[in-house]
């Protein structure tokens, strides 16, 4: 029997695309393969879910309050919605991370839906032994999800032309692709993506 398969959509909200407060350059330029890629799965019924940081006010994860970045994603801002472009199913199930203040929630797999359940779990409950992966950013959040998923024992597909990185140093996402590779990662383009 064919392995059953889902669907993660990491982080593509409007902070991390052009003009948000933490802008992956091009980030949403991944818009329309991602929708692309929501139609295949959905089509084929298999589950799509998608993860976003939903971070308070204060956090250790930004700058001011001694973290990394500058102020993003904080619940109920605009910045926090998903971008208008996406074009998610109405049965998404999403995954809100990063929501305490010690928390950073770079993996989609720290999240909880809005009855509590983290990703495994659900993954767990519907049968999933395959996740594609695909979304924002490729060095930092797509990275952790894709590693804590092989960690959890699935096999991971990594949807190549649907991922950007922040790129802080010139090489971040080369050298992120190579060590979710390295994990046993796979990598894969729209065209290769076919359900027999
Ligand atoms: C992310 C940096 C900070 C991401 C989140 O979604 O990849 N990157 N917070």
Same mark, same amino acid.
Request: aromatic share 10%; charged share 25%.
């Given at each position: 029997? $064919? ?22 350059? =091009? ?18 019924? *298999? @589950?799509?879910? &998608?993860?976003?940081?939903?971070? @308070? ?6 700058? +001011? ?9 904080? =619940? ?7 971008? @208008?472009?996406?074009?998610?199913? =109405? ?9 305490? +203040? ?15 359940? $983290? ?17 924002? &950013? ?7 999800? $894709? ?31 190579? +060590? ?5 990662? +796979?990598?894969?383009?729209? !065209? !290769?993506?076919? *359900?027999?």
């Amino acid at each position: 029997m $064919c392995a059953r398969k889902a669907l993660l959509l990491v982080d593509v909200q409007n902070d991390f695309c052009p003009n948000g407060a933490l802008a992956v350059p =091009e980030g949403d330029s991944i818009i329309s393969i991602l929708n692309q890629y929501i139609q295949k799965f959905s089509q084929n019924s *298999f @589950p799509v879910f &998608a993860s976003r940081d939903w971070h @308070p006010v204060t956090t250790h994860h930004f700058k +001011e309050f001694g973290g990394s970045w500058p102020a993003h994603c904080v =619940e109920n801002t605009r910045g926090a919605a998903f971008h @208008p472009s996406l074009d998610l199913p =109405e049965n998404i199930i999403v995954f809100s991370k990063g929501m305490r +203040e010690g928390q950073d929630g770079y993996s989609a797999f720290e999240g909880v839906d809005d009855q509590g359940i $983290c990703l495994f779990d659900l993954l767990k409950q519907q049968d999933v032994e395959e996740i594609f992966i695909g979304g924002l &950013a490729t060095d930092y959040c797509v990275k952790a999800s $894709c590693l804590d998923a092989v960690k959890q024992g699935l096999k991971v597909y990594l949807l190549i032309d649907g991922i950007k990185g922040v790129n802080i140093h010139p090489d971040d996402s080369k050298e992120a692709i190579d +060590e979710m590779v390295d994990r046993g990662v +796979e990598l894969l383009c729209f !065209e !290769e993506c076919v *359900f027999s």
